[in-house]
């Protein structure tokens, strides 16, 4: 379990992925469905803000406003979309949670993590680079599963999830969203340690 470094609310909560109708079934869009997930769970409504290249909602979460951002860039430039909104509302690297993709997880896992690398990743690279090579913002890693080799990657990540996969990766995001009010809060300890504890009910063959 990752060690929690520091205990600020979050402020704001990013979901990756890339536009359009094309992609939205796709393994790399799993950031998207958690952002969208949480927006049913609470009642958020998303508008297009060209100044922040994405779709923006405000929400309440453990009685918090957080904003929720989609950013409408591909996911190698989400950085554009994020840096815009961090800047503008002034928003420390440490109160934004950013949902995304994770190849080196099986579907059906899922945790959060607080700051460090990036895991080759383009959209947290991206990110990075754009808030100064900051790496201290908090992600949820979505476990989509890994291909085997590297040459895959892009085709697994871009390909669409079967209903079994998705299914798993709805109900691991179900579980994340009964964490998430400890995360907002602060509690990022309490946070993973329900994923943790959780994590069994959701791999493959134990359902």
């Not at 754009?130 to 908090?138: D, P």
């Not at 949820?140 to 990766?169: N, W, Y």
């Not at 964490?179 to 959780?198: E, F, T």
Request: proline share 4%.
């Amino acid at each position: 379990m990752d060690s929690p470094g520091h205990s600020i609310p979050l402020d704001l909560i990013v979901g990756l992925g890339n536009p359009g109708k094309d992609y939205a079934d796709t393994r790399h869009n799993a950031g998207v469905w958690f952002v969208d997930a949480l927006t049913e769970r609470v009642g958020g409504s998303f508008k297009a803000e060209k100044k922040f290249y994405g779709r923006l909602a405000q929400v309440t979460v453990a009685g918090r406003e957080v904003r929720l951002l989609l950013p409408d860039t591909y996911m190698n430039e989400s950085g554009k979309s994020v840096s815009a909104l961090v800047n503008f509302f002034k928003i420390a690297p440490e109160a934004i949670l950013v949902a995304h993709d994770e190849i080196d997880f099986p579907t059906g896992k899922i945790r959060f993590k607080q700051s460090g690398g990036l895991a080759g990743h383009n959209g947290l690279r991206d990110i990075s680079r754009l808030m100064s090579g900051s790496v201290a913002f908090n992600r949820l890693r979505i476990g989509v599963g890994h291909p085997g080799s590297q040459a895959g990657v892009t085709g697994h990540v871009l390909g669409k999830v079967s209903r079994q996969d998705r299914e798993m990766v709805d109900r691991c995001i179900d579980e994340a969203l009964l964490a998430l009010p400890l995360a907002v809060a602060g509690d990022w300890q309490g946070a993973m340690q329900h994923l943790h504890n959780a994590e069994q009910p959701f791999q493959r063959g134990s359902i």
